[in-house]
């Protein structure tokens, strides 16, 4: 029986006739017995995954699991020949030689890491490789109408002609997905599509892949936002070190996050945030009428009036939708590395002080971990003994020479105390899970002395296990005295660790609870006002 029409080269083969049949009406995609393995570590161990037709299936597990090692074999990132095991599309089995081979046969992929260009506009960066140029040259028009729809269907309203590096991360996922949906997709791949998005963003991308599956597209997704895969799944396939735990089947009232959880780390969570009791102390920080303009959009106000303290031993939130100014707020304070026409007053202990460099934010105690760890947190292609001691190098140097047996013992206390999880500290940061990376952020700012850490997103892109690791470190901090401000998209994060929140709305803070008067409701009303009443 020959190929069905339209197949691409590499499809090899049959199955036998039965299973054909059931494959081709009830099956998109299965994946067999598939091994990967690199030098010193089996990434996948006989893993299985079955994807019914136009369904929407999850994929979950701790960091490391393989999760997007496995979706990188299904898309020919890892091409044929470097895995063992069959994979079958469409009733077919496929070998394919990059991605470039899987997207002709409709398989598209997103990355949990963005691939935009950055000096590239909107519609450049969507249609990039894919170009609409009928006869050899681009039809810029057909370009520009198209992105604006695909624009609008993902919910963006960003001019196509926009630069990519004039938008925040969470915006480049969203043209991301916009990119993949230019193409004639069959089986889209999201890794991790949510996770730089904040709750409204997060609901409008579920609904988009709802209607996706009402178009016939079908959908794998792999989340740590269990949440979302208990409403959006059809069906979930928990990996666990590498190897297929189980596949449930979604429908079935007795699958809950806890009963996720305990496949995904092979043991139940009785409780998803540790146990904390603050010891508050006095004020140490207290930002008056902080006012913050656009660098990029003449006369646009991104922070307007905002007034905001913390206490010793406090651990406070800060909630906002996407574009309500909380990360400006926090990159200006931070020695103004955000913003232009900055006014308001900043005082430590009582005292104002003057923050115009990110030095002086040091100097003053003051650290802020940035929400884009692999672009502005981390060196990735440097060891973990370098990116721990990068922003206090001058207490580990005289006369401008650093001490390295120092620098080793300093970055390996930290690989022990933080529970880094390398062989040792002189490992690749990038190599490292997305966790274990975060660690090594906090090791950074903690290692500076600051008594005051602003965490934006700090659990953004890990898994549960993971999260409650950096958890129990944000506890530890505040019990030591410390004061830390959380940036958070996850209004059950703020509200399982937090002391204190306050919420933001376009560029306005407009109110303030405590841990008893705190509710997701309470907070949305507060995120979503116009004005500060």
Not at 181 to 202: C, F, G, M, W, Y
């Amino acid at each position: 029986m020959p190929n069905r029409p339209g197949a691409a080269p590499g499809v090899a083969g049959r199955i036998d006739q039965g299973e054909k049949e059931d494959t081709l009406t009830e099956v998109i995609l299965q994946m067999r017995d598939i091994t990967k393995t690199f030098p010193g570590v089996t990434a996948l161990k006989d893993v299985n995954l079955t994807v019914r037709r136009g369904e929407i299936h999850a994929i979950c597990g701790e960091n490391g699991a393989g999760k997007s090692t496995l979706m990188k074999v299904l898309s020919g990132v890892y091409p044929h020949g470097s895995y063992t095991g069959e994979i079958f599309f469409d009733g077919q089995p496929v070998q394919f030689s990059d991605i470039r081979h899987s997207e002709r046969l409709g398989i598209v992929i997103i990355h949990q890491e963005l691939a935009l260009c950055p000096n590239l506009s909107i519609e450049e960066n969507i249609f990039l490789g894919n170009e609409r140029a009928p006869r050899g040259f681009i039809d810029w028009n057909r370009t520009h109408a198209e992105a604006a729809a695909l624009l609008e269907r993902v919910g963006l309203r960003e001019h196509p002609a926009t630069l990519a590096s004039d938008i925040g991360v969470g915006k480049q996922q969203l043209v991301e997905i916009a990119k993949a949906l230019s193409k004639q997709v069959r089986l889209l791949i999201l890794d991790e599509p949510t996770a730089a998005l904040n709750d409204e963003d997060s609901a409008h991308l579920l609904d988009l892949l709802r209607e996706l599956r009402e178009q016939g597209i079908t959908c794998v997704i792999i989340s740590h936002k269990l949440n979302e895969i208990e409403a959006i799944a059809d069906s979930t396939t928990i990996l666990r070190d590498g190897r297929t735990i189980e596949t449930l089947d979604m429908k079935n009232d007795a699958i809950t996050e806890d009963r996720i959880i305990s496949g995904m780390v092979g043991r139940d969570l009785e409780h998803r945030f540790p146990e904390h009791e603050p010891t508050i102390g006095e004020e140490v920080l207290r930002i008056e009428d902080w006012t913050v303009h656009s660098p990029t959009q003449h006369g646009r106000v991104v922070v307007s009036g905002a007034n905001l303290t913390l206490r010793r031993g406090e651990i406070v939130g800060l909630a906002g939708l996407m574009g309500a100014g909380r990360t400006e707020l926090a990159m200006s304070v931070f020695g103004r590395s955000y913003g232009i026409g900055i006014s308001g007053r900043i005082f430590k202990d009582g005292r104002e002080i003057q923050l115009k460099t990110v030095g002086d934010a040091i100097k003053h105690g003051i650290a802020y971990a940035t929400e884009d760890r692999k672009r502005y947190g981390l060196n990735l292609i440097d060891d973990i003994k370098r990116n721990v001691s990068a922003a206090a190098l001058t207490k580990l140097a005289t006369r401008g020479w650093i001490h390295e047996n120092e620098e080793y013992r300093v970055a390996n206390e930290f690989r022990t105390s933080m529970n880094i999880k390398a062989p040792n500290v002189s490992a690749i940061t990038v190599k490292l899970s997305g966790g274990n990376q975060q660690k090594v952020v906090l090791s950074k700012w903690i290692f500076t002395d600051a008594d005051v850490l602003i965490l934006d997103e700090p659990t953004r892109g890990i898994d549960v296990g993971a999260k409650y690791e950096i958890y129990s470190i944000i506890n530890q901090m505040a019990d030591q005295g410390k004061a830390v401000l959380v940036i958070s998209s996850e209004l059950p994060e703020l509200l399982g660790i937090c002391d204190r929140i306050y919420a933001m709305s376009a560029g306005r803070i407009t109110g303030q609870v405590t841990r008893a008067e705190a509710t997701p409701e309470r907070l949305m009303q507060f995120m979503t006002k116009v004005k500060e009443q």
